[in-house]
Structure formats: C-alpha cells, structure tokens
C-alpha cells in the first residue's frame, strides 16, 4: 500500500530524528548538532553528525546519509512503508493510505517479506496437519513445548523430501527467483532446484518489528548425518549477525524489567517463555555479536547471560565476555550445573529456582576465578600469572578508563597483589588492544566504505554542494532565479545534476509561499548515493564566497544573501560553459568532416557569447 504524501509529510515533522536514532546509538551534543560513532562503518572518531534541526543525519567519515525514514530502512532493513508505519506509531500519528506502490525496488522487498511469511505458514502447516510432521510436533510435546506456544511462535516443519517446499512454490505460481534470494531454495548446476531446509522443524526468525525475515532448523533426534542445526543465508531481509531470536515478542518485558536473560538457543528461549521468563532472548543460532548486543543494549543496559556447565558452553561464555566488556553494558554470567541447560534446568527445578540461580550470577572475573580454580589452575604462581593475564587482557578492552581501572583493583584484591602493578600491566594491554582494534577498523573501513564511494561525495564541488543547500533553505520567491539560469546538465558530476532536477520538478509542484523542505526531498531520491550528497551539503557549511559561513545566519547579519546567490549562479554558469567550450574543442580536434567542424566553431561562438555575459554582468536578485 501506497502512503498518502500528507502523511508523509506529518511523519517527517513530527519524528524527531535524535530521539530516534539516541534510541539506537548515544549522541553527543556539539553545538548545533550531535555527533556518534557511526553505526554503519567502524570508527575511533566519531564522524556520525546529526542535525534535529533540518531533521538529517550525515557520516563524513563512510558518507552515509539521509534522514529519519533513510535511517530505520537501513539500519533495521525496512521498506519505505515500514519505516514510516514504525515512526507513526511512535509518534502517535494516524496514516492515510491509497493504491500503489513507490519503488520497483520496494516490490521486490515486500515479495521477500510476503513469500517469507507464506513459507512460514506452508511449514506451520506442515507440522500440524500431516502425517510427517506429527512425529516433529509429538517430539515438540515430548520436549515439553505446549500447542499455544507453538502456535505463537509459528513453529513448522520442513518435509523431508527434496521438492516439498519447491512443489508447493510451483503449485501456487510463485516466483522461484525470489525464495531462491531468501536461501530457502537452491539452485543446482542443471537450473533445476530443491529445498534447503529438509526434515527439520523450523522455527520463524522475526525482525524488530514482526515480520518473518528467516528460519532456523533443527534435525529430529537420531539423525546424524546432518548439522544439528540449520539457518537461512543472510537476505536483504536478514542479517544473522544484527538479529536476536524473540526479540520482538520480548522487547517490551525486557524493557519493563529493566534487564534481558540471554540464552543461546530456541528450545532454551521457548521453555523459559512459556514457563513464565518472559525477558529472555536467543541469539538466534549464532555466535553472539558485537551488533546483537547493541540492539539489546537500546532496550536495556542489564544482561544476564547464561550458558550450558558443560566444556562448549565455558567456552561460549569467555568468547562472550570479550564482546560485552567492549561495551557498556552491565552483565553477568550465570553458571548452571554441569550437564544441565536453561532447558531442562527450568523443566526440573521451576521458574523460581530458575530467578534464584540468575540471582547469583557473576562478574567476569569471579566466573574466570572460579572456572580457573575448579580446573586447578590457581595451584602454582605460573598458573596464577596465567589467569591474571588472561583477565587484564580482557580487561583492556573496555573503553571507559575509570571502569578498567576499578575492575583492575578488583582483580588486584581477588589476587593480593598490588594495584599499582597490575593497573601497569594492563596499561601495556590497552595500548595493544587499540593497535589492534585500530587494524581491525581500518581493514573494516576498507571494505564497508565500498558501499558508498566517498569519491562520489568528495566529487560534488563545495560550489554545487552549495548550490544545492540554497536551494532547500531559501525562501521560493527566490527559486525561480535559480532554476531559470541553471539546469541540470550545468552541473559537472551528473549526480548533483541528478537532485538538481528532482528538486526542480518539486519546486514546480510548490504553492507560491511553499519552501523546499530538504528531509522530504531525501525521500525521493532513489540512489543512495544521491541521498548521501543531498544530506553532506545540507549538514556541512560550505564557503563559496567571503560571505558563505555567515549566509545561515541571515537573519543576524549583514551579509547579502543575495549577492551570495547572484555570485554562485555566475561561477556555475561559467564553469560548466568552460567545460562545453572544452568538449567542442576536443571534438574538433578529432573529426575530419569540415561540415562538422564549422557546425562545432558556430555553437563554441555562441556559448563564448553566452559565457562572456556571465562574466560582465552582475545577478540582481529580486
């Protein structure tokens, strides 16, 4: 569905974009702006500027930009609708719909969310009505996960043979193409396909706002010959690393209890949800990631992480603890008994034992301490030496100095050793860990900035950039000056050529006393690319002229504006008429046809007539 463009319009001035986005990174107020680490590239300096008051963000630093909506569609991977559906929601506005749809891109990403939601309901359906499944759902009951829990959270089953899915897909005309972008189909070398997932139960994977993205799959007991489990490759949907299974049925009890119970997988979140922990989330048959705690950190700083007693989940669980101690997060590891998980923990002991035994979790370095001393290795000074290391070492990573340092005299006191020797030593760690964090960002920046090509960007001369921040923040009665001397071709990078006619074919749909509001031009620039010049220019003061950096204080100062404008229309023109006398010339330096050639010196003559009056008269602007 199509929304209307009142709403739009509604949605845009109403959703202030730092609320939005401090929901998702901190802020730091500068002056007029915020500033962050950006959440699309890795970084030491924060680059990420947010402006409330032309409602756009801008990352100098991987070129990213746009605006409120921009910012939800690529962050959480949302449609346009999507993004402005989960804004007025949360802003309290009503939306007005119509026919149609925006973007040939847009239909591509609806058919990915619809044709995942049909999958789900083809395997739910499965599960419960045929023979195959019953045995998965009896083996579901067995595990003693109820029918209401199956049914909320859509549990299915994947037939075992090859072509379940396919001939269900075929059945039903839908495009093949499209389930085989969603992983749940696969390709062979003759063009023929068959299913991914087979024999399995399936268990839906919902985005933050509860749209089916992905499947996970697990193996009935007793087969062997295939991984225990099984997930869907990433999609445009779907980015394993940046998704917590449950996330969206728990968020808001996770938010009301101020903390989140992390568990590693679905059979462990489902038996503690139906039996009455409600705050808990899975990682969604992955390794914990840095991306995973960070959304979960949005809802709450309080996590508590359990894991299996046995050898694989000790192990987990120190992977784990260097992840969350860079960053800020207060976390805890709960510890359970050996040969038991959250599963058959709660199954034999109960909800209350359960709260009781997350009561006692632990900090990281008592877990290291007592995992140490049960594995007897605190008998000698070398062993001892050992452990200290390993926890200054994970120590190091945490960024805010005063928490390394009170966890350092922590592990001094847990030792008897001195405090002033091991903060030494773990000062020698912080300086290693920053080398390698800063190797480890700029091999990140060398393959993440390759979405948008800063070229692009830096390409756009500060003159056009300007050009273009004028025309989204002067008064109409302005407008028509520029857009009746300049055109889209007298642009030197066809990309701000670009949004130079996307805002000239805006200007002519305006009322006369109507401005051109900059956030809601984001919205129709299709590229993104075109999106990260418009919001560079807009969020960046660029000087054209000696008056330039006081032009967005007009009103305080008595600087001309209009000089300014006058000024910058006449150095356009004359740079792109340079460039046009240039290529005629280097065309008849090429072509042979004298027919030609006289045609090329007739239309030189006249942009040299054209240019030579930019050049002696001055722009009086009205």
Known sequence: MRIKEDSIREVLEKADIVTVIENYIPLRQSGRNYLALCPFHKEKTPSFTVSREKG???????????NVVSFLMKYDKLTFVDAIETLAKKFGIKLQYESGYYQDEDKELELLYEYSLITSQYFHKNLLETNEGR????????????????????????????????NFIKRNNYDLEVFEKLGLIIKKDNGEYYD????????????????VIAFGGRILEGDHDQPKYMNSPESRIYVKGKTLYGFFQTKDEIRKKDAAILVEGYMDFLTLFQNGIKNVVASAGTSLTLDQIFILSKVTQNINLIFDGDEAGQKAAVRTIQLMLQTDSNFKIVNLPENEDPDSFILKFGEDKFLEIIESGQNYIDYIYNL????????????????????????????????????????????????????????????????????????????????????IINNVSPLEKSILKMICELDHQYLGTIFEHIDENDFINPLAGEIFKVLKSHYLELKEDEKIDGQYII?????????????????????????????????????????????????????????????LNERISKTTDLDEAKNLFEDIKKLMSLKSFYQKNEFVID
């Not at 991914?196 to 749209?211: E, K, L, Q, T």
């Open 56 to 66: 756009l963000f801008h990352c100098f630093g991987c070129g990213v930009g746009g």
């Open 135 to 166: 045995n998965a759902l009896k083996y579901l009951q067995d595990r003693g996960i109820e029918l209401t829990t199956i049914k909320a959270f859509q549990l299915g089953y994947a037939l075992s043979a090859w072509d379940g899915l396919l």
């Open 196 to 211: 991914r997932f087979r024999g399995r139960i399936i268990f839906p994977i919902y985005s933050v706002i509860g749209r």
């Open 372 to 455: 140490a001393s049960q594995k007897n290795s605190l008998s000698d000074t070398n062993s001892k030496l050992k452990v200290i290391d390993t926890l200054l070492q994970f120590t190091s990573r945490i960024r805010d100095e005063l928490r390394r340092e009170i966890y350092a005299r922590e592990i001094a006191k847990k030792f008897n050793v001195t405090e002033n020797s091991v903060i030494q030593k773990l000062n020698k760690y912080v300086k290693n860990f920053a080398n390698i964090e800063e190797r480890q960002i700029q091999y990140q920046e060398d393959i993440d900035t390759h979405t948008i090509d800063k070229n």
């Open 523 to 583: 919205n129709k620039l299709e590229k993104e690319e075109l999106r990260s010049i418009l919001s560079d220019a807009l969020i960046e003061k660029y000087k054209i002229s000696d008056g330039w950096n006081e032009v967005q204080e007009v009103s305080n100062q008595n600087i001309d504006f209009k000089d300014v404008l006058g000024d910058s229309i006449k150095k356009l023109k004359i740079i792109s008429l340079n460039k046009k006398i240039d290529d």
